[in-house]
Antibody
Framework: QVQLVQSGAEVKKPGASVKVSCKAS????????MHWVRQAPGQGLEWMGI????????IYAQKFQGRVTMTRDTSTSTVYMELSSLRSEDTAVYYC???????????????WGQGTTVTVSS | QSALTQPASVSGSPGQSITISCTET?????????VSWYQQHPGKAPKLMIY???NRPSGVSNRFSGSKSGNTASLTISGLQAEDEANYYC???????????FGTGTKVTVL
């Protein structure tokens, strides 16, 4: 059973950057695309981007282009999401999630991390 | 602003069936079969209930079913149970530069 374990909560000041990690258990990690999704307090889900199994290719939602970087370390089965130039509106829970299709992406996410709360406050 | 509109709330009594709609304002849902549905309980991560319009992941109850007609996708929950009370989100692959959008979300209440 694959599990995704994310790094702990972060508090950042406006203008700073945050890097969230997501470590997968199981030996099939390298076969799957991985997504990042965020959820602001009391709000809905928002897709941020996707990274391919090798980590070579990424696609970011237009809203985050220029501010987000997704990377992947296949040797440690870990994916990372770094968001820069933080503002208060970036306060949210950030989730990593696995794409359901190893031949994908199918843009459906069947395994989710527990979420990482990022608070941006001066 | 989401391109996928859902009703804010839907309610039903135990044992009843309810349907949640997901209507797109562009061609995102109608043009592709990458529509998914998620259940989210408060304070928890989302759970995939349906993918590729109507496929159920292993372990998801067959009380949950999905369909699509034109630009509207639907999630039907039959035999409503107390544990089904949660927020539900649709999502779809899109042809825009964003590639994936979520719906506005629907709160399901079991009366």
């Amino acid at each position: 059973q694959v599990q995704l374990v994310q790094s702990g909560a972060e508090v950042k000041k406006p203008g700073a950057s945050v890097k969230v990690s997501c470590k997968a258990s199981g030996n099939t990690f390298t076969r799957y695309y991985m997504h990042w999704v965020r959820q602001a307090p009391g709000q809905g889900l928002e897709w941020m981007g996707i990274i391919n199994p090798s980590g070579i290719s990424t696609i970011y939602a237009q809203k985050f282009q220029g501010r987000v970087t997704m990377t992947r370390d296949t040797s440690t089965s870990t994916v990372y999401m770094e968001l820069s130039s933080l503002r208060s509106e970036d306060t949210a829970v950030y989730y990593c999630a696995r794409d359901v299709d190893p031949l994908g992406p199918a843009y459906a996410m069947d395994v989710w991390g527990q979420g990482t709360t990022v608070t941006v406050s001066s | 602003q989401s391109a996928l509109t859902q009703p804010a709330s839907v309610s039903g009594s135990p044992g009843q069936s309810i349907t949640i709609s997901c209507t797109e304002t562009t061609s995102d849902v109608g043009g592709y079969n990458y529509v998914s549905w998620y259940q989210q309980h408060p304070g928890k991560a989302p759970k995939l209930m349906i993918y590729d319009v109507s496929n159920r992941p292993s372990g998801v109850s067959n009380r949950f079913s999905g369909s699509k007609s034109g630009n509207t996708a639907s999630l039907t929950i039959s035999g409503l149970q107390a544990e089904d009370e949660a927020n539900y989100y649709c999502s779809s692959y899109t042809s825009s530069s964003t590639l994936c959008v979520f719906g506005t979300g629907t709160k399901v209440t079991v009366l």
